[in-house]
């Protein structure tokens, strides 16, 4: 790779800090505005009503998660019914009913922010369900993930209360006054850079050749806005954000980066805001950011080597990837989206090489916090600084606390059991989906596109993906089939719940405690050594766990 | 048990509020906006021959072989692709072959072997973009190595000049968005426009 290139990936990576630097502060401070301010708009206002809530009325973590567990069921439901009554509604194209099995995994998969397609959206949904049902979850499924991270904010935040805020209150909030003015906004920026936006069904024109082309057409920048803003990641088209109608050039290629980035990297300032010290929301960034240096780098380097038969046979590792974004422009998108929940991909991560395509699934194995998803990535980030505290407090022999919470018994079961949902659902589902006789014959005959240790690869980056509501695939696995289908949608929904009650659980916990006072042995956990520190904790309670599994994966087929 | 009903019930009637406003609201919005200030890209970038017919889009790469699949020499050639039968619109799609899956192995042998008869080059001069097929199967563009390897047998097959058909590749070749955003490439189809033009005088 010539000095030329590598200076423009690095100027891309200095486009995008720059970017998320200058929106940090007015984007994090103004959704710390949107989610404690007292006024109500006069549309919330409205929409309370038809609601029939009582938006004054705060909830326990209790009544909060049993609405949010309501709120997620009926959404599955409906996605689940537009998509097997598409034959009868308009705008369909003239497609037919989705089978049971996929209309299953994929309300799973679009209610819990995961957006894993095991299906090939132009030969499967019409416009209206793309509309009417994938869009209103990217929506939806991100503003849960926001509330749940500004749930356990206030729990931090507040003193011995029963209360942590209103789950329709918080919902309508995220919705109106966060993700749909960026969307409407960054949904025009992407139509300007070519991505289409019509209710018109595919054309076909006559090319210079005599021949046909197709033009696949539909509401594709209203999605994909969302899509990238709420790290969702389900593209309207099967090639996701590797095609030209979604991603049309390599500018709109960084700002779909930088739009997956935006709302997980401000919350850092946002929590800093709302607990009243900016300097913890300072350290939880840097800890994301060593993280991400260290991912793009490894992903980076390991794809413009592009070792591997094929990739050395062809002289660069460009299968799977498009000219126009360059083999950087493709290590970066595909970091960003698996460090995010977002799954979004701008080349084909089955394509890339061992040690590349290891790097996404190590980063989703990590439990995606740097960032991670919108909200996801910082409560899942929190639940790691309590584990931190707690191993400082047993090295130095201190009580543990966190910003003056102190960490007990109940606070440490509830961060050991979110540490444990992650591992537990993928190493399981994997080894199940090879363990089962029948189940086993499905998944090697029928799922595996690539036989061997590729396969395996396969296999596991789909429940390391789904457990984690990342999305992204190694898209050579079918997964449409009896076992995979069901199997996935259930680690979809477990993965993104059994999490999600448990930091509501904390913050509840947290809430009802009184502050600590500051001493000379407080552990600050604002500081370089914390960050450290934290970064450990990471790497050793995730990344190790699925050492073994790597092993037998991506890395003897990187070795052998 | 009545509290836990009433919940569900709030649930439904915020969905359907939220389908409404995020679902249809939204989209018809932004298709209004966007039909009414960006209309060329909101409908596909489409590019037109002189005369004005329309003949594909811009950013949709497109196939330059005859019924048979066999390449046709007067066109400048899109990279291989994974999409349906190679450059279907209508089913977007990479090989997701694997690093060291046999079958793309093999493919890049046959291809290196292919393209470098079909030019008359050496094999070892094929660049990579030319060997493998892209993420989308839709890729419009082709790196400018790939191009430049292709004036030689397009000027022959066209009986232009051959330093005409090289200076227009060189027009054609666009730079890196911003100077550093992406790989600098050539759109086939733009390419291709252009070269009928030059044919035609």
Known sequence: ??????????????????????????????????????????????????????????????????????????????????????????????????????????????????????????????????????????????????????????????ERTGTIGSFWVDLTRACVRILLPISALMALLLVLGGVVQTLSPFGTTESLTGGQATVPLGPVASQEAIKLLGTNGGGFFNANSAHPFENPTAWTSLLQVFLLMLIPVALTRTFGTMIGDRRQGLAILGTMGVLFAVSLAAASVAESIGAGTAPELAGGAMEGKEVRFGILGSAL???????????????????????????????????????????????????????????????????????????????????????????????????????????????????????????????????????????????????????????????????????????????????????????????????????????????????????????????????? | MRTLLQTHLTALRALVVATLVLGLGYTLLITGAAQALLPAQANG???????????????????????????????????????GDGYDGGVSSGSNLGPENEDLIASIEERRAAVAAFEGVDPTDVPADALTASGSGLDPHISPAYAQLQVARVAEARGLPEAEVAALVERRIAGRDLGFLGDPSVNVLELNLALDELARG
């Not at chain 1, 199940?432 to 690869?457: D, K, Q």
Request: hydrophobic fraction near 50%; aromatic fraction near 8%.
């Open chain 1, 1 to 158: 790779m010539d000095t030329t290139t590598i200076l423009a990936g690095l100027g891309q990576i200095a486009a995008l800090l720059l970017l998320l630097a200058l929106a940090w502060r007015p984007v994090g401070d103004a959704m710390a505005r949107a989610l404690s301010s007292e006024r109500h708009l006069a549309v919330e206002r409205g929409a309370y009503r038809l609601l029939g809530v009582d938006p004054a009325r705060e909830q326990s973590w209790q009544a909060y998660a049993r609405a949010l567990l309501a709120f997620s069921l009926i959404s599955v439901l409906l996605v689940y019914l537009l998509q097997r009554t598409q034959a009868l509604l308009p705008l369909s194209n003239g497609l037919p009913a989705v089978p049971e099995p996929l209309a299953f995994n994929t309300a799973a998969s679009f209610t819990t922010n995961t957006n894993w397609q095991s299906y090939s959206p132009e030969l499967t949904m019409g416009h209206l369900v793309q509309l009417g049902g994938l869009t209103v979850q990217n929506f939806v499924s991100a503003a849960v993930g926001i509330v749940v991270a500004v749930a356990l904010m206030r729990g931090i935040a507040r």
């Open chain 2, 45 to 83: 970038s489409l590019v037109r021959e002189p005369e004005g017919r329309v003949v594909g889009s811009a950013l949709i790469g497109q196939s330059w072989s005859d019924e048979q699949g066999e390449p046709l020499p007067e066109w400048f050639q899109s990279r291989p692709s994974a999409a």
């Open chain 1, 333 to 560: 998108y595909g970091t960003a989206s698996t460090l995010t929940s977002t799954g979004a991909v701008n080349s084909m991560h089955d394509s890339w090489t061992a040690f590349g395509g290891m790097m996404p699934m190590l980063n989703m194995m990590l439990g995606e916090v740097a960032p991670g998803g919108v909200g996801a990535g910082l409560y899942g980030m929190l639940v790691l600084a309590v584990i931190a505290v707690f191993v400082a407090g047993l090295l130095v022999g201190r009580t543990p606390e966190y910003l003056g919470k102190q960490i007990g018994p109940r606070e440490m079961k509830l961060a050991a059991l979110y540490i444990l949902v992650g591992p537990a659902l993928v190493l399981v589902g994997t080894a199940l989906s090879f363990a089962i006789p029948g189940v086993r014959e499905s998944v090697v005959g029928t799922s595996i596109w690539n036989p061997g240790l590729h396969g395996l690869s396969e296999v596991l980056y789909a429940f390391t993906s789904a457990a984690n509501n990342n999305g992204s695939a190694f898209a050579g696995l079918t997964a449409s089939t009896d076992w995979l289908a069901p199997a996935l949608g259930v680690t979809m929904l477990l993965g993104r719940y059994v999490p999600i009650v448990l930091v509501l659980a904390l913050a509840g916990t947290l809430a009802a405690q009184g502050r600590r006072p500051v001493t000379v042995g407080t552990l600050p956990t604002h500081r370089p050594l914390f960050v450290g520190l934290l970064v450990g904790v990471t790497l050793v309670v995730t990344a190790l766990t699925y050492f073994p599994i790597l092993t037998l994966g991506p890395i003897a087929e990187g070795l052998l």
